[in-house]
């Protein structure tokens, strides 16, 4: 119904810089939020920064200052600046969006992943 499709992962330096882009297409109706998380090796999915359709964002505490998430509506699209990237950000991000459907219900859909690997 709605697809997700992220991009801009790869291989990068401590220090380093990093954006990644998530395209939502398919039966959109009103995105109420999108977001990223992501899940290193043995580790539970955790929050990594959401942005709802108002433009208010939050992020985890430990990207702060480092991250940056934004939307281009009109693109269906999300972003995530990753700059002073660490050893400690390498996970598989997954972008996530929260749309109301036509029906009015509240629909959840998941990337299929990108995986970031910050290493020397």
């Known amino acids: 119904q709605v697809q997700l499709v992220e991009s801009g992962g790869g291989l990068v330096q401590p220090g380093g810089s990093l954006r990644l882009s998530c395209v939502a297409s398919?039966?959109?109706?009103?995105?109420?939020?999108m977001g990223w998380y992501r899940q290193a090796p043995g580790k539970q999915r955790e929050l990594v920064a959401t942005i709802t359709s108002g433009s208010r964002t939050n992020y985890a505490d430990s990207v702060k200052g480092r991250f940056t998430v934004s939307r281009d509506n009109a693109k269906n699209t999300v972003y995530l600046e990753m700059n002073s990237l660490k050893p400690e950000d390498t996970a598989v991000y997954y972008c996530?969006?929260?749309?109301?459907?036509?029906?009015?219900?509240?629909?959840?859909?998941w990337g299929q992943g990108t995986q970031v690997t910050v290493s020397s």
């Open positions: 398919g039966s959109i109706f009103t995105i109420l939020a």
């Open positions: 996530n969006a929260e749309q109301l459907s036509r029906t009015y219900s509240r629909e959840t859909y």
